[in-house]
């Protein structure tokens, strides 16, 4: 049984006899009567950055997530929704013909008798406005690893297409930084573990969706693959002859105001030489960061957070899904 749109906030008992007090937060849409047909969201006059395209597409304030998204009923985002006390809009209730729609559903609360609990909140990207010398918010063409990996999905913003946000055009040279607010830079000691090969099948897949990109660069610390199979395969990508690799980083990236180029400024570790690299686009492997709301569920699992805030597992050895609190894993 699946609740969506659903908070844990209390747990009582102990492994094998927990008693889960869930909140469920009304969605606005009943969705045994919703037939996902879309009328609602044509009728909505209100655009709002699409969160699942990390705001590289629009959506209406009635949408759903994303195409794939389960269940398949529609939601109102009511933050942006302009039906409220003061103003008055329904049209999505008037286009609604299962008349599915209700503005006055109420959060409710109930309990859930369980056995164990698995804690998969996933994690969040550092926001690497904080990294001015990145570039990243005031040069359009540098990306975050998601917002990259949004561009070669077919649903996404350009249905596939790897196009700079400044011209739409196909860039000649993409360049991917490594490590970005990891591995010690701006606090952050860990190896966030998923950027190497994450990067190495970005830049595999960005050749075959785009034949007109020159190359792709990856410049890293070095290259770690943790998965089993994954050393093989970050191998077979640097052998490719579009893809090259470069042990550095960059000290600044820094944009051409008339052609959104983009030029960086690193040191080649192999040879100790600086070096001055061009490129139509580069993207960051940010840091991975705690998932939001993670102090809070936490307190009301009654599991510990590391230094770092992710979840504290009881023997990292012998127990790695197990948290400090019987029953509850990770």
Same mark, same amino acid.
């Given at each position: 049984?699946?609740?969506?749109?659903?908070?844990?906030?209390?747990?009582?008992?102990?492994?094998?006899?927990?008693?889960?007090?869930?909140?469920?937060?009304?969605?606005?849409?009943?969705?045994?009567?919703?037939?996902?047909?879309?009328?609602?969201?044509?009728?909505?006059?209100?655009?709002?950055?699409?969160?699942?395209?990390?705001?590289?597409?629009?959506?209406?304030?009635?949408?759903?997530?994303?195409?794939?998204?389960?269940?398949?009923?529609?939601?109102?985002?009511?933050?942006?929704?302009?039906?409220?006390?003061?103003? @008055?809009?329904?049209?999505?209730?008037?286009?609604?013909?299962?008349?599915?729609?209700?503005?006055?559903?109420?959060?409710?609360?109930?309990?859930?008798?369980?056995?164990?609990?698995?804690?998969?909140?996933?994690?969040?990207?550092?926001?690497?406005?904080?990294?001015?010398?990145?570039?990243?918010?005031?040069?359009?063409?540098?990306?975050?690893?998601?917002?990259?990996?949004?561009?070669?999905?077919?649903?996404?913003? *350009?249905?596939?297409?790897?196009?700079?946000? *400044?011209?739409?055009?196909?860039?000649?040279?993409?360049?991917?930084?490594?490590?970005?607010?990891?591995?010690?830079?701006?606090?952050?000691?860990?190896?966030?573990?998923?950027?190497?090969?994450?990067? @190495?099948?970005?830049?595999?897949?960005?050749?075959?969706?785009?034949?007109?990109?020159?190359?792709?660069?990856?410049?890293? *610390?070095?290259?770690?693959?943790?998965?089993?199979?994954?050393?093989?395969?970050?191998?077979?990508?640097?052998?490719?002859?579009?893809?090259?690799?470069?042990?550095?980083?960059?000290?600044?990236?820094?944009?051409?105001?008339?052609?959104?180029?983009?030029?960086?400024?690193?040191?080649?570790?192999?040879?100790?030489?600086?070096?001055?690299?061009?490129?139509?686009?580069?993207?960051?492997? @940010?840091?991975?960061?705690?998932?939001?709301?993670?102090?809070?569920?936490?307190?009301?699992?009654?599991?510990?957070?590391?230094?770092?805030?992710?979840?504290?597992?009881?023997?990292?050895?012998?127990?790695?899904?197990?948290?400090?609190?019987?029953?509850?894993?990770?």
């Amino acid at each position: 049984e699946m609740h969506t749109l659903t908070d844990v906030v209390g747990l009582q008992g102990s492994a094998g006899r927990f008693r889960a007090r869930v909140r469920k937060r009304p969605r606005h849409v009943d969705q045994d009567l919703c037939v996902g047909c879309g009328l609602c969201a044509e009728a909505c006059p209100v655009v709002r950055p699409n969160p699942y395209d990390v705001g590289l597409k629009a959506a209406k304030a009635i949408d759903r997530p994303f195409p794939q998204a389960v269940p398949a009923a529609y939601h109102i985002d009511r933050e942006t929704c302009l039906n409220d006390d003061i103003l @008055v809009c329904e049209r999505c209730v008037k286009a609604c013909e299962p008349d599915a729609i209700d503005f006055d559903a109420q959060p409710r609360e109930f309990t859930l008798d369980v056995g164990a609990v698995i804690v998969a909140t996933g994690f969040d990207e550092l926001d690497p406005r904080e990294l001015l010398p990145f570039g990243y918010g005031r040069a359009p063409n540098v990306l975050t690893g998601l917002e990259f990996e949004r561009l070669l999905c077919a649903t996404g913003p *350009t249905r596939g297409r790897v196009l700079r946000p *400044t011209d739409r055009e196909v860039p000649g040279r993409v360049v991917f930084v490594q490590c970005v607010g990891s591995r010690g830079e701006g606090g952050r000691p860990y190896c966030s573990r998923y950027c190497c090969m994450n990067t @190495v099948k970005a830049a595999m897949l960005a050749h075959e969706h785009e034949p007109a990109i020159d190359e792709c660069v990856l410049l890293s *610390t070095d290259m770690r693959a943790a998965g089993r199979g994954y050393d093989a395969f970050v191998a077979r990508g640097l052998g490719r002859d579009d893809i090259r690799h470069v042990r550095g980083r960059p000290a600044k990236i820094q944009e051409d105001a008339t052609t959104g180029d983009l030029t960086l400024w690193i040191e080649d570790h192999a040879t100790g030489r600086p070096q001055k690299l061009t490129a139509g686009m580069v993207v960051l492997s @940010v840091a991975a960061t705690p998932a939001r709301g993670s102090p809070e569920l936490a307190r009301v699992l009654g599991v510990e957070l590391d230094a770092q805030g992710f979840y504290r597992r009881r023997d990292v050895e012998h127990a790695p899904a197990e948290l400090t609190r019987r029953g509850v894993y990770v």
